[in-house]
């Protein structure tokens, strides 16, 4: 939010686990907004749960990329080659 200039506006589209801290009067003092985006309704998500179970969706792009901690630096290198946008690497110790 302190990276938005006065009268910005960010939105969300992604998550987070926990709280997010925000600095209200600052927000306040220079006129910025903060918008969350609703991805997809329930009854959406339930059909995109059954077309997944049909098989009627490529999940491909949901799958694992998977690297021993030895190959950390060669995982996040391939950031720029996400699938679709969409990046899921997992690091094993």
């Known amino acids: 939010m302190r990276a938005l200039k006065r009268g910005g ?14 600095d209200i009067h600052t927000m306040m003092d220079c006129q910025q907004s ?6 997809f309704t329930a009854t959406e998500g339930e059909d995109m749960a059954d077309m ?9 792009i949901f799958e694992q990329v998977k690297f021993p901690l030895d190959r950390v630096n060669e995982a996040i290198a391939g950031i720029t080659n ?8 997992v690091i094993n110790p």
């Open 9 to 22: 506006k960010a939105v969300d589209i992604g998550a987070i686990a926990g709280a997010l801290p925000i």
């Open 34 to 39: 903060l918008s969350g985006s609703l991805w």
């Open 52 to 60: 997944a179970a049909r098989g009627l969706l490529d999940l491909s």
């Open 82 to 89: 996400r699938n679709g946008g969409f990046s899921n690497y």
